[in-house]
């Protein structure tokens, strides 16, 4: 399923999250967020359907990435 403006927005991660960006395939977001008092980049799978697939994989601990940095999917 290609993600389209008029699918349903879904909460999946608690807390302050920014900047979403879906990837190639459309089966997972990427995602700055809040942890242990930094912002650090997570990725959420998604199911076919779109809805949250497990919890969310935190990929960088601590970096202390700007709240407003712009991130993308590389191929």
Same mark, same amino acid.
């Given at each position: 399923h290609e993600p389209t403006i008029y699918d349903q927005a879904t909460l999946v991660a608690a807390g302050t999250d920014a900047h979403p *960006?879906?990837?190639?395939?459309?089966?997972a977001i990427a995602y700055i967020g809040t942890a242990d008092g930094s912002f650090d980049?997570? *990725?959420q799978a998604l199911t076919p359907d779109l809805q949250p697939d497990g919890k969310p994989r935190q990929l960088t601990h601590g970096l202390h990435i700007d709240a407003d940095s712009a991130i993308s999917w590389s191929r």
């Open positions: *960006v879906w990837s190639p395939s459309g089966d980049l997570f *990725v």
